[in-house]
């Protein structure tokens, strides 16, 4: 059986090379993107099951990317995990809720909690 394929989106590239050691040890299919064009193209070769998304990135924000991909037919029900940086007021909590995300993950991540929370989103033991 095929492992589930997660898309990293992240313009850190220190924190794409951690997140993809580990779900790739965990037995996860990793893509990832340092940007909203490159997670694009990524989408449209294959589809994945789960986005690790960042909100800040250069050009296309993180909130800007999970508006285009809501809007697109193929891509509104994939469900995503936002883990940034970002000042987590009611603001930006409620934007992220309102763009259908799954869960909101401060840096620095809580590892252990990530992984059981894509274990849970993916249905895996």
């Known amino acids: 059986m095929k492992p589930p394929n997660i898309l990293l989106i992240d313009d850190s590239t220190t924190n794409i090379v951690l997140l993809d050691a580990i779900l790739t040890e965990k037995g996860y299919s990793i893509e990832t993107a ?8 990524r ?12 909100l800040l990135m250069p050009k296309v924000s993180g909130f800007d990317f999970l508006e285009q991909l809501r809007k697109n037919e193929m891509t509104k029900k994939t469900p995503v995990i936002v883990i940034s940086a970002l000042n987590t007021d009611d603001e930006n909590l409620q934007k992220i809720k309102n ?8 840096k620095p991540i809580d590892i252990q909690y990530l ?3 894509v274990d849970n989103i993916l249905k895996r033991d």
């Open 34 to 41: 340092l940007n909203a064009r490159e997670a694009f193209a």
């Open 43 to 54: 989408i449209n070769k294959q589809l994945p099951d789960l986005i690790l998304l960042d």
């Open 99 to 106: 763009l259908d995300a799954v869960e909101f993950l401060g």
């Open 115 to 117: 992984v059981s929370l």
